[in-house]
């Protein structure tokens, strides 16, 4: 259970890292 909840919460960082330099790129086009 820890390891799988460890996996969800590092894809979630991954996945809002991915969307922060998306949201800068519209940002600075």
Request: net charge positive.
């Amino acid at each position: 259970m820890k390891e799988k909840k460890r996996r969800l919460s590092g894809a979630l960082l991954t996945m809002d890292k991915n969307n922060l330099k998306l949201i800068l790129n519209l940002c600075n086009t």
